[in-house]
């Protein structure tokens, strides 16, 4: 572990019996009950004629606070720890808005172009967006895995002119070539598995609805990409799909240029990273070194917590770290 950013911040224990990587990771998405909370949606328009939907929740004021949610890879903003994290903050007072990326809502998207690890124009579009309709009210954001990855990105690439005044990234891949490789080893070919599954069904939809709708011009860039059979790996995926479909010369070009640890050094907005050194999906050494890190970045590294898990507590009763850590970190910055 000599290669890890610093030491080790002894803030989170793992539910007793829970201290596998995997049960962390697979609790969530598989045992964890329902969170029911209030939202109402609203459907913002990109510039490109495409859409995102947004779903609100907690108080109607013009000056609470707002958060912005991002999800993760095949997700949406129904995903556990996204409705976990908007029912915290609410409790603290505070609104919270939770994107669906292009498709991820349960309508595709209109164009051929996918969501993807590097669309840090749409967050920029959104932020925008948000801080048109709610301009008094403080804007901070908070992303998981992918969402996390996108977010400092856009963090890194607009300096001062983030449009938030806090941020917080959870299990991020840093680096996207050594994440592929990563979830490719081991039992991780099982969330390999899971995802390839979601992501070709993801382009399998969008081509019903351009069939269904006669979208011919949709229709001839999704075919361009040949078949969808036999892509069993991210490497496969990326460059066959999210490549060409979203600007990028082949898979490497992708991570290379949507990897948010190439980032990181610009960012001047107050940042939260939390991050589990037993992540399945994340290498040691593809986490950040400290003199990577800009100054305003306080890296939070835990032993144990696997990929958006830290799940605490017991079987019976568990807890959730994040949707404790995260609202009391806003809270605090905010009060700075």
């Known amino acids: 572990m000599s290669h890890l ?16 990587p995997h049960l962390q990771t697979l609790w969530g998405p598989l045992w964890r009950k ?12 990109l510039e490109d004629g495409d859409f995102l939907d947004l779903d609100w929740h907690g108080p109607h004021s013009t000056t609470a606070p707002l958060v912005l949610v991002l999800h993760g890879l095949t997700g949406s903003s129904n995903s556990p720890y996204v409705a976990g994290v908007q029912k915290a903050l609410g409790a603290q007072g505070w609104s919270s808005v939770a994107l669906n990326w292009r498709g ?11 969501y993807h690890s590097g669309a840090s124009e749409d967050l920029a579009e959104t932020i925008k967006h948000l801080r048109t309709q709610r301009p008094l009210a403080p804007l901070y954001a908070v992303g998981y895995s992918m969402g996390g990855n996108v977010l400092l990105k856009h963090l890194g690439e607009t300096g001062s002119n983030s449009g938030v005044l806090g ?11 050594h994440c592929a490789d990563r979830i490719s080893q081991g ?11 979601e992501m070709v069904a993801y382009i399998k939809n969008k081509q019903r609805k351009f069939q269904h709708e006669g979208h011919q011009d949709g229709l001839a860039a999704l075919a361009a990409l040949g078949s969808l059979e036999n892509m069993r790996t991210f490497w496969d995926f990326d460059g066959r799909v999210t490549a060409p ?13 949507a990897s948010s640890r190439y980032f990181l050094g610009e960012i001047r907005t107050p940042t939260l990273i939390i991050q589990a050194a037993d992540d399945p999906f994340v290498f040691p050494h593809s986490l950040p070194q400290a003199d990577e890190l800009s100054a305003c970045t306080q890296f939070e590294l835990q032993a144990k917590g696997g990929h958006v898990g830290f799940v605490e ?24």
């Not at 950013?5 to 596998?20: C, H, K, S, V």
């Not at 329902?34 to 328009?45: F, G, M, P, S």
């Not at 079987?315 to 905010?334: D, K, N, S």
């Open 313 to 336: 507590g017991s079987f019976r009763q568990p807890g959730y770290y994040l949707e404790r850590r995260i609202p009391q970190w806003l809270a605090t910055t905010g009060r700075k």
């Open 34 to 45: 329902t969170t029911h909370i209030d939202r109402e949606r609203e459907r913002l328009w």
């Open 5 to 20: 950013p610093e030491r080790f911040t002894p803030a989170f224990t793992p539910a007793y019996g829970l201290g596998n």
């Open 104 to 114: 991820c809502s349960g309508e595709p998207n209109l164009l051929p172009r996918s």
């Open 167 to 177: 941020a917080v990234a959870v299990s991020v891949p840093f680096r996207l070539d």
């Open 187 to 197: 039992f991780s070919k099982f969330y390999q598995a899971h995802f390839m599954r």
């Open 245 to 257: 479909l979203n600007g990028f010369a082949d898979a490497a070009d992708y991570y290379r240029r």
